[in-house]
């Protein structure tokens, strides 16, 4: 039975977004932030450690460790980082480890696009055929939502927060993606959808989420099996075998962990959805209106699909004590449902949206280039004293380069701002064109205008720099029981210093320790205090004991 469709859809709406434009967003988006910084304080520097004690035999392949502390979770991000390190030794280990995850990125907006256009593309997803013609031809309009899919996903602040680490998270986004796009694509592309499915899953647990993958594999054989294509239906037995393999590849690598954590309340439930608010802005609001202008649609595929994948890693979230890595999984489809509000939407919420979106982003652009004029003209001076006062130590420097790519990009956004409100657009995506480059031009300037600052205070560097004025020569190894295991990281590669975090201070064979106090604190039995040393960032007698047998 075929049921009437809320989306109407004219020629002209269909019109798809200008690849050179298209491209050019991607490249704004994922490349800041992959040059010329160090890895930031935590996850992020955590599993370059991870990376980089393989790539440099500090620890096995099968094992990454770092000061002795194995890695939880599967070991295949890891790999990843230290293959890059191995083949290209010619650049900064941390640069090296940064780009396969920067192609982890684009290959996640690549599947999003796909998936999208080929939901689109099934006969319940189609717009309203009106009674002279003129509606929106399936191709042009799958474009057009596939478009939209991608920007509600770049305009994500989740994805902004998280997407250009080099964590397992990324890979596991990448499968999760291509998990959706095997499923979508399964009507139209049977042999390419086989292959994402039996890649996708393994690749998931392999990466942490074993559990994730396992109720991706029973849906999504479910799914496949109430289909009324026969390419679909036929996908069922590759979707099991690729759960099958996620199996083995998590008992393989000792990847299943008991991470359960629900603590019951009502503070809980309103800081799950504080959390769900902002993280999911702004495709959360547009998928909500999906589901509601689409409800009679529910069990087609181009809503049934993208809801079930959303809904396991939002489960997941909520079970871990509101897993914010958990919950990045929920924006590719997130995203695909956000795009099937697009063609619904009235026109006063979408200038809502747009003027929300200039207001914004402008703002936050001047406060960028407010804080760079006093970094770089010491006017208004309170604005620099700001910085230095957060950041103590800091200096500020000029890079050339850096200034022309942030004016460029804000010169972007003016362009941007006057094409979207000097007239009405028809296109579909319309309506996310602002918020997308509004997320990319934050980001953009953050990584250009505002680095050195952030990289001086979100790196170990300086503490680092700091230590070796103190450690002594001759030093055989630092014991640093219970720290954390970005400092771990950063003393193993930025210090060069054998490390142990595994044996508390009265076993460990090291002849000196590190420990982090947040007050006046006695040294340990056995131990005496040779410096107190202070990361920028830290204040009043908070810092690091270096100590002594």
């Not at 690849?19 to 991607?26: D, F, Q, S, T, V």
């Not at 069922?236 to 075998?241: A, D, E, G, N």
């Not at 993280?279 to 049934?304: G, K, S, V, Y």
């Not at 205070?457 to 630092?478: D, F, H």
């Amino acid at each position: 039975m075929n049921l009437p469709t809320p989306a109407i859809v004219a020629e002209r709406g269909a019109q798809r977004l200008p690849r050179l434009a298209l491209l050019l967003l991607g490249a704004a988006y994922v490349l800041p932030g992959v040059f010329g910084r160090d890895p930031w304080r935590n996850a992020d520097l955590t599993a370059f450690g991870f990376m980089a004690s393989i790539a440099q035999g500090h620890a096995p392949w099968w094992q990454p460790a770092i000061g002795g502390i194995p890695a939880d979770g599967g070991p295949l991000p890891f790999w990843l980082g230290a293959l890059a390190i191995k083949v290209l030794p010619f650049l900064d280990p941390a640069l090296a480890a940064r780009l396969p995850f920067a192609l982890v990125l684009l290959g996640v907006f690549v599947l999003v696009w796909y998936s999208s256009f080929h939901l689109a593309r099934t006969e319940a997803a189609q717009p309203v055929a009106f009674a002279f013609g003129g509606e929106a031809q399936t191709t042009d309009y799958a474009r057009a939502m596939a478009d939209g899919a991608l920007l509600a996903l770049m305009a994500s602040l989740g994805l902004l927060m998280l997407g250009h680490e080099t964590t397992p998270e990324l890979l596991q986004l990448l499968a999760c993606s291509a998990y959706l796009y095997g499923l979508a694509a399964a009507p139209f592309r049977a042999v390419k959808s086989r292959v994402a499915v039996l890649l996708s899953l393994p690749m998931l647990a392999a990466s942490g989420a074993p559990a994730v993958a396992m109720l991706f594999a029973g849906l999504g054989a479910w799914l496949c099996q109430r289909s009324s294509y026969d390419d679909v239906r036929g996908l069922t037995m590759w979707v099991l075998v690729a759960g099958l393999l996620g199996a083995l590849s998590a008992w393989t690598f000792d990847a299943w962990a008991w991470r359960v954590h629900v603590p019951f309340g009502a503070d809980y439930v309103l800081q799950q959805l504080s959390q769900f608010s902002w993280f999911c802005w702004p495709a959360w609001p547009l998928a909500f209106w999906t589901l509601w202008r689409w409800r009679q649609h529910w069990p087609r595929r181009h809503i049934l699909l993208p809801l079930i994948v959303f809904t396991v890693p939002l489960v997941a979230s909520v079970a871990m004590n509101g897993s914010d890595r958990a919950l990045l999984l929920t924006l590719p489809p997130l995203a695909v449902l956000a795009a099937f509000a697009l063609p619904t939407l009235k026109r006063s919420f979408a200038a809502a949206v747009d003027w929300f979106s200039v207001f914004f982003f402008s703002a936050v652009a001047l406060f960028f280039w407010a804080y760079y004029l006093s970094m770089q003209q010491g006017w208004p001076p309170k604005l620099l004293a700001n910085l230095q006062r957060l950041a103590q130590g800091f200096q500020p420097s000029f890079h050339p380069l850096a200034l022309l790519i942030a004016a460029l990009a804000t010169l972007a956004w003016l362009a941007l701002v006057r094409w979207r409100t000097a007239r009405h657009q028809h296109a579909l995506w319309k309506s996310l064109a602002l918020p997308a480059g509004g997320v990319t031009l934050a980001w953009l300037l953050a990584m250009t205008l505002m680095l050195p600052p952030l990289d001086y205070a979100r790196s170990n560097r300086a503490l680092v720099e700091r230590l070796k004025t103190q450690v002594p020569a001759g030093m055989n190894c630092l014991a640093v029981p219970g720290q954390a295991m970005s400092l771990i990281a950063s003393l193993e590669f930025q210090g060069g210093w054998r490390v142990d975090g595994r044996l508390p201070l009265s076993h460990t064979k090291c002849n000196h320790a590190l420990r982090y106090v947040q007050g006046q604190e006695a040294s340990p039995a056995g131990w005496r205090l040779i410096a107190l040393v202070k990361r920028p960032t830290d204040r009043g007698d908070q810092g690091y004991q270096l100590l002594a047998r």
